[in-house]
């Protein structure tokens, strides 16, 4: 077989698909686009230049996220750019990926490919700032299809507050803290804020 080659000039991503698909990951090989042969050397890299700890469990974890998100419609050509830009995603559990994934595309009403787009998201908390932004807007009467994810989520606080009125926030996010994971999921999803 050929070098394996990464058409975003990253030769590692490849080489993290081929060891997250590949059943042999100690006998795995992979070859950057220079046609240097490393075993695993290449994966390892990228998992530790994006801070990250390995162990035989972290490997497991990151094939289980891996297949995670195939099964929810992401390609493999999607994951590995998706890689490129947002490495910390190898350190995702594939429970919070599918959490975040199903919070996004039931309740925001997203597609996976707007996900696949900007990967940084997935690294995001989803109660402390994907649902609480989503809340945030929600409350206030804005629609959550308006923005980019990007966009949604590189809002800061300071323009949050700006933005909408500060008491309201302030009020909200008083509210926000006494939920459960499951009635914030709920409350976002059926739209009803601070009742009472």
């Known amino acids: 077989m050929g070098p394996l080659r990464c058409d975003t000039g990253r030769p590692g991503v490849d080489a993290w698909t081929r060891f997250l698909t590949d059943e042999c990951q100690c006998q795995c090989q992979c070859q950057c686009s220079t046609g240097a042969g490393h075993s695993q050397g290449i994966a390892f890299r990228l998992f530790l230049k994006a801070g990250l700890s390995f162990s035989r469990v972290r490997l497991e974890t990151m094939?289980?996220?891996?297949?995670?998100?195939?099964?929810?419609?992401?390609?493999?050509?999607?994951y590995k750019e998706m890689v490129c830009r947002s490495p910390f995603i190898l350190g995702q559990g594939p429970q919070g990926l599918r959490e975040k994934i199903d919070f996004t595309t039931e309740v925001m009403k997203r597609k996976v490919d707007e996900i696949a787009r900007w990967s940084p998201y997935l690294t995001y908390s989803l109660e402390r700032r994907i649902m609480y932004r989503a809340a945030i807007k929600?409350?206030?009467g804005?629609?959550?299809?308006?923005?980019?994810?990007r966009n949604f989520m590189l809002q800061s606080h300071v323009k949050l507050c700006r933005r909408y009125k500060k008491d309201h926030i302030d009020r909200l996010t008083e509210w926000w803290q006494g939920l459960t994971k499951q009635e914030k999921w709920e409350a976002v999803e059926k739209q009803k804020f601070m009742e009472g």
């Open 63 to 78: 094939k289980e996220s891996f297949r995670c998100l195939i099964s929810l419609g992401i390609s493999q050509d999607m």
């Open 138 to 140: 929600l409350s206030t």
């Open 142 to 149: 804005e629609d959550l299809t308006g923005l980019s994810l």
